[in-house]
């Protein structure tokens, strides 16, 4: 008897305590609703098919950021469940720009990746960051990258591509164009980064074991992130699940890349490779093999998915708003009229020259458009090193997390205004229409992210989507296959779900019109 009283006592204490703890933390949290223990966890999974809406809905119900938890035990929650998630563009700023050094990618992001992409650039912070990007970014600026891209681009569009896509046409057969994107970037960055075209975009769509080494393990590496960490730890020492699979995809990648590396220290050639072969450091040594392995690996994964779902979201926005693309053809026929003459079939017999795509500025404009309702990287994490303050008055602890939403950014009505839901290129015109204008002040569109951490392949990456672009629009009409639903898909890059599946039809020459 005296025994129940003594606990009964005791819970009561604890539940009384715990009670004034949790309305205590919930108080200073600003987002979604939380539960005692499990936080807004439940609501995240609950709304896990559509993750970066649920976000954008947070936001703009809390006003462009909130702090929330996703674990309500004592001691535990602030150090694990604890993150702060922002759209407002002077935070941004702060943590992209202003504060840097107080925001790298941290521990957590490195662990995570460090299989994967080792230090390369995409996956350090400091001086070793620091030092590949001042290599890196002297040869993105360089007239021969650029000029070997569109050569790249060029060749697999004319002899792979439209191949492609005119027995589509011809068998009417349905294509799923996001796959088809996926290979194309593919085959276009190995090219660049090692002088070596997989060519996984060919008329019998084969399977490329590099190609399926590296999606396995990109794959295997976001489950890191997204399960708490203790999991993957053991499954790794255990060797089994997909810490399993990431080992074995890691080995044929690795494969894949000495060989490559051999090749090109035989023969030379414009690759990314080869530029990062011939540098010295100040003692006169070269670059050590396997750091070049993870060097070209890191370009290879920064290049790729991005340019092929934002090529994806693009055609379904486009085949959605016909006037849209009405414009963007008449565009690019009154650049061919006036470079290459008055018979149509030479607008549609050879991609475009460097020259050419640079004119197409209602493209750019509408491929800019593109990624501020479905950036490809639909957010992004930061670790806070100091304890600070963002601009709009938000306390970040440090060791916590910072989720900015660059999804949300291009939806809210406080920052793009009414329309900010529409696809309406024009608002990245100058008055006259003359020119491409990004927004003047500046945070609002990180697509390709800002600041000192600046997306380096983003001119590349236009040049590359307008020749797609150009090279499907002249040449064929497309329409949704009946019933095919386009779906996010909860990843790092915003991938649709179940692709992008069309029909085509030949445009005929009296349609293109300047
Ligand atoms: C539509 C296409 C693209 C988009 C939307 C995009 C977006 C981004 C974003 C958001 C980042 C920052 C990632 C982070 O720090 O977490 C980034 C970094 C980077 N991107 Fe891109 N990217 C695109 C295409 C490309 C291409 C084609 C290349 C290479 C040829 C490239 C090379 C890089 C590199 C090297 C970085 C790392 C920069 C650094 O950490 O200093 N990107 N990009
Ligand atoms: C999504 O989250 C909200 C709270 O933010 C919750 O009310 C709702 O039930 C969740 N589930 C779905 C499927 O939307
Ligand atoms: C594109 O490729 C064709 C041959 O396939 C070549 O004649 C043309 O010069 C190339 N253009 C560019 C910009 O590389």
């Not at 938890?69 to 702060?94: D, R, S, W």
């Not at 957010?379 to 090193?385: H, L």
């Not at 949704?480 to 085509?504: C, D, I």
């Amino acid at each position: 008897m005296e025994n129940v009283t003594v606990y009964l006592g005791v819970a009561t204490v604890v539940i009384s305590v715990y009670a004034l703890w949790f309305y205590l933390l919930s108080r200073r949290l600003t987002g979604p609703r939380v539960l005692p223990l499990v936080g807004s966890l439940p609501f995240l999974i609950a709304n896990r098919s559509r993750i970066h809406d649920w976000m954008a809905d947070n936001l703009r119900s809390s006003g462009g950021t909130y702090q929330t938890c996703t674990i309500m035990i004592p001691f535990v929650a602030k150090k694990q469940g604890f993150y702060t998630v922002t759209c407002h563009p002077k935070n941004l700023e702060h943590i992209l720009r202003t504060r840097f050094d107080n925001y790298p990618k941290g521990p957590m992001w490195r662990t995570a990746f460090h299989d994967l992409l080792g230090q390369g650039i995409f996956n350090s912070d400091g001086e070793t960051w620091l030092m590949q990007r001042k290599t890196a970014a002297l040869e993105f600026t360089t007239r021969t990258l650029r000029q070997a891209m569109a050569r790249w681009v060029n060749q697999t569009i004319k002899n792979r591509l439209w191949i492609i896509l005119d027995r589509a046409v011809r068998d009417s057969k349905p294509v799923d164009l996001q796959d088809l994107f996926l290979r194309l970037t593919f085959d276009n960055i190995c090219g660049l980064t090692f002088g070596k075209d997989p060519e996984t975009l060919s008329p019998e769509l084969p399977e490329n074991p590099f190609a399926v080494a590296f999606d396995t393990a990109t794959e295997a590496t976001l489950q890191r992130l997204l399960y708490p960490s203790f999991l993957w730890r053991v499954q790794n020492i255990v060797g089994i699940g997909s810490e399993k699979r990431l080992k074995n995809s890691l080995q044929v990648v690795e494969d894949y890349m000495t060989e490559a590396i051999r090749a090109r220290t035989k023969s030379p050639s414009d690759d990314l490779l080869s530029r990062f072969l011939k540098k010295r450091d100040v003692d006169g040594n070269s670059i050590p093999k396997e750091v070049l392995q993870r060097i070209a690996l890191n370009f290879v994964l920064a290049g790729r998915d991005t340019s092929s779902v934002a090529l994806s979201w693009f055609f379904w926005l486009v085949m959605n708003h016909p006037q849209v693309e009405e414009k963007i053809v008449r565009e690019i026929s009154t650049v061919l009229r006036e470079t290459r003459g008055d018979d149509r079939r030479k607008w549609t017999e050879e991609p475009l020259v460097f020259d050419e795509a640079d004119r197409l500025v209602y493209l750019k404009a509408a491929l800019a458009e593109t990624l501020r309702l479905y950036p490809s990287v639909p957010q992004d994490f930061k670790y806070v090193v100091e304890d600070d303050v963002m601009p709009d008055g938000t306390y970040v602890p440090r060791g916590s997390t910072v989720t900015y939403s660059i999804y949300a950014i291009g939806r809210m009505k406080s920052i793009w205004g009414k329309d900010c839901l529409e696809f309406r290129p024009d608002r990245w015109l100058s008055a006259d229409g003359d020119r491409f204008e990004p927004p003047k002040d500046g945070y609002k569109f990180v697509a390709f992210n800002a600041g000192p951490r600046t997306c380096l392949g983003k001119d590349l990456a236009y040049l590359q989507m307008k020749s797609v672009a150009s090279a499907i629009l002249l040449r064929y009409r497309l329409c949704p296959v009946p019933g095919h639903r386009v779906q996010q898909k909860m990843s790092l890059t915003l991938f649709m779900k179940n692709g992008l599946r069309v029909f085509l039809r030949p445009r005929p020459h009296e349609l293109l019109h300047a």
